[in-house]
C-alpha cells in the first residue's frame, strides 16, 4: 500500500479573547474549561470567508496534562455557503509551554503537540469534498487567537 499524501484546504484563524476561559473545574476526573469562539476568518486555494461568532472550544485537562479539545464552529465562505466543523484536539507540550497558554502567554508552538482531526459538513456541491474526505490540521494557540492549517488526506 501507498503512503496517504496530504493536500493543504485553508488556515482557519479563529478569534479567542485572552484571559476569557469558563473553568467548571473538576469533571470527572478532568479540568474542564470552556473557550468561546468570538469570530475569525478562514482561506485557501478556491475557498474564503469568516467564522460566525457564538461556537465554543470544550477544554479537558487530563491528570497526565494532556489536553483534549470539543470546538465546534461554522464557517461562512464569501459566497454565503455555510460549513459546520467539529474539530476534535489533542494539545501537551513543556511544563513551561503549557503554563504559558493556560495564563493566555504566547508560548513558542515548538514546544508544544497540538494536532487535530476536523470534520466538515456542508449542503454546497460547491465544497462536497470536505463532506467526503479526511483532514488533519496542525495548530497553534496565541494569547487572542488560535490558528489552524487544515490539509486533506488524499
Known sequence: MEQP???FVFEIRIEVTPGKLLEMGDVAKRVKKIVPILGGHFEGPGIKGTILP??????????DGVTEMDARYVLKT????LITVVNRCLR????????KIADGELADPS?????????FET????????????????????????????????
Request: charged residues 25%; hydrophobic residues 40%; glycine residues 8%.
Open 92 to 99: 501537551h507540550g513543556s511544563p513551561e509551554a503549557m503554563r
Open 111 to 119: 514546544a508544544y503537540y497540538f494536532r487535530t482531526s476536523p470534520v
Open 54 to 63: 457564538g461556537g465554543y472550544d470544550w477544554q479537558f485537562v487530563r491528570p
Open 123 to 154: 449542503a454546497s456541491a460547491k465544497y462536497d469534498r470536505l463532506n467526503r474526505h479526511i483532514f488533519v490540521a496542525n495548530g497553534i494557540r496565541k494569547p487572542d487567537e488560535v490558528i489552524i492549517q487544515v490539509w486533506q488526506v488524499l
Open 5 to 7: 499524501g496530504l493536500q
Open 78 to 81: 464569501d459566497d454565503k455557503v
